[in-house]
């Protein structure tokens, strides 16, 4: 079904950037990943990474918002799209405080009304 839309939440392009660590691995390091938010919901975000994740990783988020304001979070990966030079990733929150999740939504808002 071509078009289909599969999210709950209608999804924000945001100029932002993440740090991930891994969390499900009790002997990971706790290396930090740059990543490229491309759009974000008040229930998960896709990004670009250029460092392979796996489905079902459960990674520690620092996301930056609009406000410069950081939304901790964690984020389970569900969807990996390989690219030219990076991966696309589809993740979503874990128990994200709902003040968290309205502050995207209260963006959402504001951008439709513009």
């Not at 009790?26 to 229930?43: G, R």
């Not at 389970?76 to 003040?99: L, S, T």
């Amino acid at each position: 079904m071509a078009g289909f839309e599969r999210r709950k939440n209608r999804r924000l392009e945001l100029n932002s950037r993440l740090v991930l660590k891994r969390l499900d691995q009790a002997d990971a390091a706790s290396e930090e990943i740059a990543i490229e938010v491309v759009d974000v919901s008040k229930t998960g975000l896709g990004f670009y990474c250029t460092i392979p994740l796996e489905i079902g990783a459960v990674y520690e988020a620092f996301l930056t918002i609009w406000t410069k304001e950081v939304i901790h979070a964690f984020v389970e990966i569900v969807r990996i799209e390989k690219e030219e030079d990076a991966f696309k990733y589809g993740g979503i929150f874990i128990g994200m405080p709902e003040m968290d999740a309205a502050r995207i939504e209260i963006y959402d808002t504001v951008k439709q009304n513009q």
